[in-house]
C-alpha cells in the first residue's frame, strides 16, 4: 500500500527538526510529503525545502488555490519544482473560497470549473516550455515564454475534488485527484465519476493517482482525540460546499442538526451534534493496530494512496502525539 503523509501539520517546528521529520518519513517509506496552504506557510517553498532535503520522497500541494496566483506564476513555480526534485513533484490545486480568494486577497471570486481548467491548461504549457498565447474566460496570456530549461519529466497536476462534476474534470484533465473528509463507503463513488471524466477525454485511471487525506490519530485516550476530530468536522460541516458533501455521504441528518444548532448560536452543542457513525466515517482513531486495518480499509475501497493527516488533541504545539501517528505507519 503507497502512503501519503500531511507534513504540514509540523510546520510549526523549527527548519531542523522539520526536516529531520521529513527524512523520517522518508525512510519509513511514504511515498508523498503533502503540504497545505491557507493561512500558515507558502506550500511552494515548503515543498522545495522537503524536495531539496530528500531523495525519494514525493512532494505535493493539497492544495494551491488557482486564484490567488496566476497560471504563469504556477507554471514557474511547477518547473522549478521539477528540476530540482526531478519526477517528484505534484502541484495539487483547487478552487478556493469566496473568504480566502475575496476578504484575504482582495481578488474577484468565481467557483467556475472553467477557471481551473484554463489554469491547467497554461500550466501545462509553461511549465513544458511553450511559448504560451490564451485567450479565456478567466486568464489571458500574450506571447510568454520561460527561458529556464523546461525539466525533462513533464508536470504532474492533481485536482482537489469533493463533488461529481469537479471529479470528473479531475478524470478529464488531472494526473490524480485529492480527496478530503471521504468515507470509505463513498470512495467507489467518487471514482466513478472520475472514469466518467476520464471517458470524455479518451482515457482509462491507469496510472491515475487517487489520494484522500485521512484525519488519523494513533493514541490510548481515543475519547480526547475524538473530541478534537468533532470539532474540526463541525468547522467545515458549517461551510455550504462541505455540508453538502457530508450529506451526500449519508450524514445529513447530523449535518442538519449540527448546522440548526450553530445558526442559534449554540456552538458547543453543534459539536456534540456528530455522531459516532460520522467520527468513525470521517477519520481514524485508535490504537495502532486498529488504524492501520482502518487505513488498509480505505485502500481496499479504491484509494492509491491514502493520506496520514495527523492530529493530536492538543494541536499541533507538541510534535510527539503526531510523531507517534506517522511512526505507526510505514517500515
Same mark, same amino acid.
Given at each position: 500500500m503507497r502512503l $501519503? @503523509? %500531511?507534513l504540514s501539520a509540523f510546520t510549526p517546528q523549527p527548519a531542523p527538526e522539520f526536516i529531520a521529520i521529513a *527524512? #523520517? &518519513? #522518508? =525512510? *519509513?517509506g511514504y511515498h508523498t510529503a503533502w503540504v497545505g496552504e491557507v493561512? $500558515?506557510?507558502d506550500a511552494i517553498s515548503v515543498m522545495a525545502l522537503i524536495a531539496t532535503q530528500t531523495e525519494r520522497l514525493h512532494v505535493g500541494s493539497a492544495v494551491v488555490p488557482v486564484q490567488t496566483r496566476t497560471p504563469v506564476v504556477l507554471g514557474l513555480s511547477a518547473a522549478s519544482l521539477n528540476h530540482?526534485?526531478?519526477g517528484r513533484a505534484i502541484l495539487g490545486l483547487g478552487l478556493s473560497s469566496r473568504i480566502i480568494v475575496g476578504d484575504w486577497h $482582495? +481578488?474577484?471570486?468565481?467557483?467556475? +470549473?472553467?477557471q481551473i481548467r484554463e489554469a491547467v491548461a497554461i500550466i501545462r504549457q509553461v511549465a513544458a516550455g511553450e511559448r504560451v498565447n490564451y485567450e479565456g474566460t478567466f486568464f489571458r496570456v500574450k506571447n510568454f515564454r520561460m527561458t529556464a530549461p523546461a525539466p525533462g519529466a513533464p508536470v504532474r497536476i492533481f485536482l482537489a475534488a469533493l463533488g461529481p462534476e469537479m471529479l470528473e474534470l479531475a478524470g478529464e484533465v488531472a494526473d490524480g485527484v485529492v480527496l478530503n473528509w471521504i468515507p470509505p463507503e463513498t470512495v467507489p463513488a467518487s471514482i466513478g465519476h472520475l472514469e466518467a471524466g476520464a471517458k470524455k477525454a479518451g482515457r482509462s485511471l491507469e496510472g491515475f493517482e487517487i489520494a484522500s487525506f485521512i484525519r488519523?490519530? %494513533?493514541?490510548?485516550?481515543p475519547g480526547a &482525540? =475524538?473530541?478534537a +476530530? &468533532?470539532? #474540526? @468536522?463541525? $468547522?467545515? &460541516? @458549517?461551510v455550504d460546499v462541505y455540508a453538502s458533501f457530508f450529506r451526500s455521504a449519508g450524514f445529513g441528518a447530523e449535518v442538519d442538526a449540527l448546522g440548526a444548532a450553530w445558526k442559534a448560536g449554540d456552538r458547543a452543542g453543534a459539536v456534540t451534534k456528530v455522531s459516532p457513525r460520522v467520527l468513525d466515517g470521517l477519520g481514524v482513531v485508535g490504537d495502532e493496530a486498529f488504524c492501520r486495518e482502518r487505513i488498509a480499509a480505505f485502500a481496499r475501497a479504491g484509494l492509491t494512496q491514502p493520506v496520514i493527516l495527523p492530529f493530536a488533541p492538543g494541536g499541533a504545539g507538541d510534535p510527539a502525539p503526531l510523531l507517534r501517528t506517522l511512526r505507526a505507519f510505514g517500515g
Open positions: $501519503g @503523509i %500531511v *527524512r #523520517e &518519513a #522518508e =525512510r *519509513r493561512s $500558515g506557510y530540482f526534485a526531478p $482582495g +481578488l474577484a471570486f468565481s467557483p467556475a +470549473l472553467q488519523t490519530c %494513533v493514541t490510548d485516550d &482525540a =475524538r473530541q +476530530l &468533532a470539532r #474540526e @468536522i463541525t $468547522g467545515y &460541516a @458549517i
